[in-house]
């Protein structure tokens, strides 16, 4: 998110995404920027004063808040009853997965939320959730209490970008709708006003296996189940293929997103 704020040289902004191989035991997936981010956080005893250090650093345009001060563990409680602890953990299982929780890494008290994050969502014109894995990357700040709470209550269009593709251990056999069923699940009611959906095929085994190995099919359609989720559906071609991988169309997801929010006047 720095990087996409930044107006960085193509040099620097590929510096901080650059993700070490998996040949490399010790470092193998982390990003340098993630580690960039760790290392200032223990410098200053917060990663809301790292980011904001980093954001001045980085020249961005925009504000970046963590959904937490402190660091947190991620929890999954399995259909069968069964749990798993670290988002490491939890797709390699590959059961279905009932619901997730977060808590503080230290004493394993209940998640707060970072200064500032509820007063954003409840000034916002529009909250985007997604793309993004859905049970480990967009669950775990909505399940911060302070932050589901300001999600039901605010007054922002509530939009999710649904993923294009399936992901193994998290999201297999998935349709669009389910995506939406588990997100208000979670907080107990309706919240997602409108949900962008990508309705251009992936070519057949266009995926590189050997980059994207977590992804599996594309995403099924149900519209009827969208619709009895509350949901306003826009459906159209979203799809950006690159590099072997399946991407969503950034410029035409941005278009929609701002024709939301001005209407005809966009």
Known sequence: VLV??????QFYEDIFQYRFKKEDQFLANHTIGNLIIAAVSEMRGSTYEAIQLLAKMMHVDGHVYPSSETPLTLHAVFKDGTTAVGESKIAINRKTIDRVYV????DKSEAKAARKVV????DADMVV???????TSILPNLVIPEIGEAMLKTTAETVYICNIMTQKGETEHFTDADHIRVLHKHLNQPFIDTVLVNTEKVPEDYMDPE?????????AHDFNGLRNEGCRVISTDFLELKDGGV????DKVVEELFRLVFGSKY
Request: proline fraction near 6%; hydrophobic fraction near 40%; aromatic fraction near 12%.
């Open 119 to 122: 007063s954003a969502i409840m």
């Open 211 to 219: 980059i994207y190995d977590e992804y599996l099919v594309q995403v």
């Open 103 to 106: 808590c503080n890494t230290n």
């Open 129 to 135: 959730l997604g793309p993004g894995s859905l049970f």
């Open 247 to 250: 991407f969503h169309d950034g």
């Open 4 to 9: 996409a704020l930044s107006d960085m040289p």
